[in-house]
């Protein structure tokens, strides 16, 4: 398996000259590309999905001490911060969490405890703004019917 940025254009997929080795490029009739696009906040529908990206996330995590909404209610505005939407970012943030949440006892992941986790550069460096905007709630990443109480 590979997975980088413009692997089409370093001509992973056409083995060289497309034109003349069509019939001998082995690796781009054996591979499919599937491409993720980061999570967004800025519609109903994207909050949705980031929400129910989270909800699944929870319950794969086994923590001693988890419990419903500790990732799409308690956390869900500070992980979109952390990792920008970026699924490789949330999944390594999430997964340095239950390690350090085992290391320690805490057994949960808090927005104490995550902290003190480093994330990838990209997510750490991109933070800054996106915390600036959800603190001061001119951005969200809560459904509408998640703000109002309903389910």
């Known amino acids: 398996m590979l997975i980088g940025v413009g692997l089409a254009d370093k001509g992973l997929f056409s083995e060289g000259d497309a034109r003349r080795d069509a019939a001998l490029a082995q690796t781009g009739r054996r591979t499919t590309r599937l491409g993720m696009r ?85 997510s750490e460096a991109a933070r800054l703004e996106l915390e600036a905007a959800l603190e001061k709630r001119r951005l969200t990443s809560r459904p509408r019917s998640r703000r109002h109480g309903a389910a």
């Open 38 to 122: 980061p999570f967004t906040i800025e519609s109903e529908e994207g909050r949705r999905e980031w929400r129910a990206m989270l909800l699944a996330l929870e319950q794969r995590v086994v923590l001693a001490d988890k419990h419903s909404g500790m990732l799409a209610d308690e956390l869900s505005d500070y992980l979109f911060a952390r990792s920008t939407g970026h699924i490789g970012s949330l999944m390594t943030l999430i997964n340095r969490g239950c390690q350090r949440a085992v290391r320690t006892g805490a057994e949960r992941l808090s927005r104490d405890l995550l902290d003190r986790v480093r994330n990838d550069e990209a």
